[in-house]
């Protein structure tokens, strides 16, 4: 680096040294705060004479101490110590661990109120980034939240890290920003089926003296256990993910899973000899069963396969779908495009009242999967292709594909532009557009905007008791 620029970054350091020393709190102060707000994140913001404090456990309503932890020149962050005075909303988090663990942020928020406030993310992005008006003369019809009627042990899909500790194997969850594992066998929001298969197959490995992976010295055989269960069938796939191929007393093994365990279908080992946090590694295959297990979504069947793709909340993904199919409008005359599909749970979904559909998806085991499942459920109505959406559909529309309904379901960095543009000039007569970020949302439907009028936008609450909120809108073609 040349000299200069050190010297300048220096002169910037202590400037910012000056600036912070300046702030209304220092680092480990103590403070008194009411909180006024509640981030996307499920933090809670207060004010201190006027700066910023975010406090993560802390809720709008809450009176609360709590130790500064982190300055910055604008904001900083707090840890909250007690809650002084209760916000209404205020709820025993039901799990023992809900303050160590990472995975929900908002178990002490009413399920209600949480609802409440999911809506109220989308209307804030909408209005915000895409200037879009939720309120009054011309305003976009934002719903209430769909929520669960039991909030509880949605997930379809546990992967847990097992490690050693005290030369005793371990599996749970990794503590807040560590690598530290806490042991544990349930979580209130994973299904029952996953809870039972990750306990038993802990106690059988300790049994027979399976060595768990120690992280740091990279030794031990056991690095993860994953579970997925199809809610719809009951059917429990246990995949091991282990240092490497051979596992001692293996036939012993498959054998008290599968008496403990009656609802395995399929027991599979996945490789992963690295030094890595990537859960799983290249080399899979089936120890016992079958290669997959199966699920519904509705009348359409799925095969998951350990490295599948599949939603990871099978009930509100089907209120998803569902909104979905109503916002596409179909009449079985239509030609549809689904882009990003993934393994094709919504084009063929779809496919059940469209004329055609067009799927596509970057990643091409996913498109296997999609191809299988359309003959699994003997659909011939759809074509799915493997490419990036923005290059694959300017593609068909130069074939002459018209489409009378777009349906996105991009990740969270949402569209690329050149696909909105393409929409733009394929100008399909509706596009139903599936989120599951607020923000990038807002901004491709303040793109899509010029030629479209966004009629209204449904939030679904497909991860209850996080600061996820996942969405479904319908735009129509403002010439229509
Ligand atoms: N619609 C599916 C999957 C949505 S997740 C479902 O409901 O299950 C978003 C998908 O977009 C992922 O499968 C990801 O692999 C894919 N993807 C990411 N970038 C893409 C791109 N540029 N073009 C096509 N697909 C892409």
Redesign the pocket.
């Known amino acids: 680096m040349p000299k200069t620029s050190k010297r300048k970054k220096h002169v910037q350091n202590q400037n910012k040294a000056a600036a912070l020393t300046d702030l209304p709190v220092q680092l480990n102060q103590t403070v008194e705060l009411e909180i006024s707000g509640l981030t996307h994140e499920g933090a809670g913001v207060g004010r201190y004479e006027g700066y910023t404090l975010f406090v993560p456990q802390a809720l709008p309503g809450d009176r609360i101490r709590a130790e500064v932890v982190h300055v910055k020149k604008n904001y900083g962050f707090a840890r909250l110590l007690d809650v002084l005075a209760e916000s209404p909303h205020r709820v025993q988090p039901p799990c023992p661990v809900f303050d160590r663990c990472g995975g929900c942020s908002l178990q002490h928020l009413a399920y209600e109120e949480q609802l409440r406030h999911k809506r109220q993310v989308v209307v804030d992005n909408l209005r915000r980034i895409g200037g879009i008006p939720t309120e009054g003369e011309g305003a976009v019809l934002v719903h209430p939240t769909l929520g669960m009627a039991n909030p509880w042990r949605y997930r379809n899909k546990a992967q847990v890290p097992i490690g050693e500790q005290e030369g005793g194997l371990v599996g749970g969850f990794y503590a807040e920003r560590s690598h530290t594992i806490i042991d544990i066998d349930h979580c209130l929001i994973q299904h029952e089926a996953n809870d039972e298969a990750v306990a038993a197959v802990k106690r059988i490995a300790v049994r027979l003296g399976i060595q768990p992976y120690d992280e740091n010295r990279h030794t031990g055989l056991l690095r993860h256990v994953v579970t997925r269960v199809g809610a719809n069938t009951g059917e429990v796939m246990v995949v091991l993910i282990t240092t490497e191929a051979f596992i001692p007393q293996r036939e012993l093994l498959i054998e008290a899973i599968c008496r403990q365990l009656p609802a395995v279908k399929s027991i599979v080992q996945n490789i992963n000899p690295h030094r890595t946090n990537v859960i799983f590694g290249d080399e899979t295959f089936t120890l016992w069963g079958q290669d997959e297990i199966y699920d519904t979504i509705g009348p359409v069947r799925f095969a998951i396969s350990a490295r599948s793709?599949?939603?990871v909340n099978p009930q509100q993904?089907e209120v998803l779908y569902k909104k979905t199919l109503e916002y596409a409008g179909l009449t079985g005359e239509q030609t549809v495009i689904?882009?990003?599909?993934?393994?094709g749970?919504?084009s063929l979904f779809l496919a059940q009242r469209a004329r055609r559909v067009y799927g596509?998806?970057?990643?091409p085991e996913?498109i296997a999967d999609a191809n299988r499942n359309a003959r699994l459920n003997g659909i011939d109505n759809v074509t799915f292709a493997v490419?990036?959406?923005?290059e694959v559909i300017p593609a068909w529309k130069q074939e002459g594909i018209r489409a009378d309904v777009i349906v996105v379901?991009?990740?969270r960095k949402g569209c690329?532009e050149a696909l909105l543009t393409t929409i733009l000039q394929m100008r399909p007569e509706r596009v139903v557009y599936?989120s599951c970020n607020p923000a990038t949302l807002a901004r491709d439907l303040k793109v899509l905007g010029e030629l479209y009028e966004v009629r209204e936008v449904q939030p679904v609450d497909m991860f209850p008791w996080t600061g996820h909120v996942e969405c479904c809108s319908l735009l129509v073609s403002k010439d229509k």
């Open positions: 793709f599949y939603q993904t689904d882009a990003y599909c993934g393994i749970t919504i596509v998806e970057i990643v996913a490419g990036a959406a923005e379901d991009p990740p690329d599936v």
